[in-house]
């Protein structure tokens, strides 16, 4: 029968006499650990912080008219041409209303389903900005913008002003921080918009928004729904666009296809949309998990080393155990119990040691003009990556433990006390 407490003592006793090979051990796992738990939580971060920039601006789906060339060409019409092979040139789109048919109707009816958290309407507009002698071509669009900033993070965006003030301003503007940059304007400021028919409109400026994409702070802006219809000289039934989030993100796909064929209309989901960009981020992630994984495999071949000659070490250690009377396997454990120990310390310490350095890297200020709500850099405490890193330090060491204790068990001490 196995007595642990010898054991145990034995090993204690081991690691205790050789301070220094103990902490070179013990040091070794928690280096190891703490630079895994840090890299594969900062790189972590910064993937969850990309796709947030992207996915929060995207809706789950979105409902508009597309354009499309007609399928049935006017040559179609001529029962002589059908059993023939015809080239039709220069085919034209067929003319449609960019309005959505029966949007308020439609509205109501997402509104009152059980997977749709919310859906919001837009109108979008073709517009010039006018201020003095400047004039810049760009987007206005219709929301509403507390619906908007309920469904999505579009408040963070607004850099000067408030949703409350563009709601309680009939005639007021979000304007984005690149047109107010060109054309130097401030909050409180008037700005004059001209539709395409050359009907020009004033429009108070109540805050800035900026997306962090410059190409979209330069051209758009946002005004009320009802502000952007009364430009257009359009019903307030006129809606160009339908923005709806949904509880569980992974039924948009088969949502749009519904919504699609039920109300025959364009639906295009948030992974259809943002296509290319899924792609970036599965990239991103294989690399941090390649990344992680070696740099797991890197410490584990130096913890191995570190035991291998530790345990190398107490060869003479062995042979006295085994002169006095201690079983191959005793041995054995011995040295498996000091591995394990070294394991278990290396490993809380490296927890410790990555998660403190994930958080200053947290704490460290990053501001930029082009991610107005990113302030500092971003860190991801996920805590299945200290499970794993723990995991990894107890599964390392007892192989590292395990492999050269196997060739200590049957270790003949005569020969060692010999020295041959």
Same mark, same amino acid.
Not at 127 to 136: M, R, T, V
Not at 170 to 191: C, F, H, P, T, Y
Not at 281 to 293: F, K, M, P, Q
Not at 379 to 383: K, V
């Given at each position: 029968?196995?007595?642990?407490?010898?054991?145990?003592?034995?090993?204690?006793?081991?690691?205790?006499?050789?301070?220094?090979?103990?902490a070179?051990?013990?040091? !070794?796992?928690?280096?190891?650990?703490g630079?895994?738990?840090?890299?594969?939580?900062?790189?972590?971060?910064?993937?969850?912080?990309?796709? !947030?920039?992207?996915?929060?601006?995207?809706?789950?789906?979105?409902?508009?008219n597309?354009?499309?060339?007609?399928?049935?060409?006017?040559?179609?019409?001529?029962?002589?041409?059908?059993? $023939?092979?015809?080239?039709?040139?220069?085919?034209?789109?067929?003319?449609?209303?960019k309005?959505?048919?029966?949007a308020?109707?439609?509205?109501?009816y997402?509104?009152?389903?059980?997977?749709?958290?919310?859906?919001?309407?837009?109108?979008?507009?073709q517009?010039?900005?006018?201020?003095?002698?400047?004039?810049?071509s760009?987007?206005?669009?219709?929301i509403?913008?507390?619906?908007?900033?309920?469904? $999505?993070?579009?408040?963070?965006?607004?850099?000067?002003?408030?949703?409350? %003030?563009?709601?309680?301003?009939?005639?007021?503007?979000?304007?984005?921080?690149?047109?107010?940059?060109?054309?130097?304007?401030?909050?409180?400021?008037?700005?004059q918009?001209?539709?395409?028919?050359?009907?020009?409109?004033p429009?108070?400026?109540?805050?800035?928004?900026?997306? !962090?994409?410059?190409?979209?702070?330069?051209?758009? $802006?946002? %005004?009320?729904?009802?502000?952007?219809?009364?430009?257009?000289?359009?019903?307030?039934?006129?809606i160009?666009?339908?923005?709806?989030?949904?509880?569980?993100?992974?039924?948009?796909?088969?949502?749009?296809?519904r919504?699609?064929?039920?109300?025959?209309?364009? %639906?295009?989901?948030?992974?259809?949309?943002?296509a290319q960009?899924?792609?970036?981020?599965?990239?991103?992630?294989?690399?941090?998990?390649?990344?992680?994984?070696t740099?797991?495999i890197v410490?584990?071949?130096?913890?191995?080393?570190?035991?291998?000659?530790l345990?190398?070490?107490?060869?003479?250690?062995?042979?006295?155990?085994?002169?006095?009377?201690?079983?191959g396997?005793?041995?054995?454990?011995?040295?498996?119990?000091q591995a394990?120990?070294?394991g278990?310390?290396?490993?809380?310490?490296?927890?410790?040691?990555?998660?403190?350095?994930?958080?200053?890297?947290?704490?460290?200020?990053?501001?930029?003009?082009?991610?107005?709500?990113?302030?500092?850099?971003p860190?991801?405490?996920?805590?299945s990556?200290?499970?794993? !890193?723990?995991?990894?330090?107890?599964?390392?060491?007892?192989?590292?433990g395990?492999?050269? $204790?196997?060739?200590?068990?049957?270790?003949d001490?005569?020969?060692?006390?010999?020295?041959?």
């Open positions: 029968m196995t007595n642990w407490s010898v054991i145990l003592n034995i090993a204690k006793t081991h690691l205790v006499t050789k301070v220094k090979s103990t070179t051990a013990a040091l !070794g796992v928690t280096f190891g650990i630079a895994y738990i840090t890299l594969i939580s900062f790189m972590t971060g910064l993937n969850v912080m990309l796709d !947030g920039l992207i996915l929060n601006q995207t809706p789950h789906i979105h409902l508009y597309e354009i499309e060339p007609s399928e049935t060409q006017p040559i179609s019409l001529y029962d002589e041409f059908q059993n $023939s092979v015809n080239i039709v040139h220069s085919i034209k789109p067929r003319r449609s209303q309005k959505i048919h029966n308020l109707p439609i509205l109501s997402l509104k009152k389903d059980k997977e749709v958290k919310g859906a919001t309407p837009q109108l979008r507009a517009i010039f900005y006018l201020s003095g002698s400047i004039e810049l760009g987007n206005l669009v219709g509403d913008i507390m619906e908007e900033t309920r469904l $999505s993070n579009m408040g963070d965006y607004i850099i000067q002003g408030s949703p409350q %003030a563009l709601k309680n301003t009939e005639n007021g503007i979000l304007l984005g921080s690149g047109l107010a940059e060109k054309m130097s304007l401030s909050v409180g400021d008037r700005v918009i001209s539709t395409v028919s050359g009907d020009i409109f429009l108070k400026i109540v805050g800035f928004y900026q997306s !962090g994409v410059a190409d979209v702070d330069n051209i758009q $802006s946002f %005004a009320n729904l009802k502000t952007v219809q009364r430009i257009l000289g359009e019903a307030q039934n006129y160009t666009d339908i923005n709806i989030r949904l509880f569980d993100i992974e039924g948009a796909p088969a949502m749009a296809k919504l699609q064929k039920q109300f025959d209309i364009k %639906a295009t989901d948030i992974n259809e949309a943002n960009f899924e792609t970036g981020s599965n990239i991103r992630n294989l690399i941090t998990y390649a990344v992680s994984i740099l797991l410490a584990g071949f130096g913890i191995y080393n570190i035991l291998n000659m345990i190398y070490e107490k060869m003479k250690d062995i042979a006295i155990l085994k002169a006095t009377g201690f079983s396997r005793d041995v054995q454990l011995i040295f498996m119990s394990m120990i070294i278990v310390v290396g490993g809380v310490l490296g927890l410790l040691l990555g998660f403190g350095l994930s958080h200053i890297i947290d704490n460290v200020a990053f501001e930029t003009a082009a991610l107005p709500t990113i302030k500092t850099y860190i991801s405490f996920d805590i990556y200290y499970v794993v !890193g723990l995991t990894f330090a107890l599964l390392s060491t007892f192989i590292a395990w492999l050269p $204790s196997v060739k200590a068990k049957h270790i001490p005569v020969r060692i006390i010999r020295g041959t």
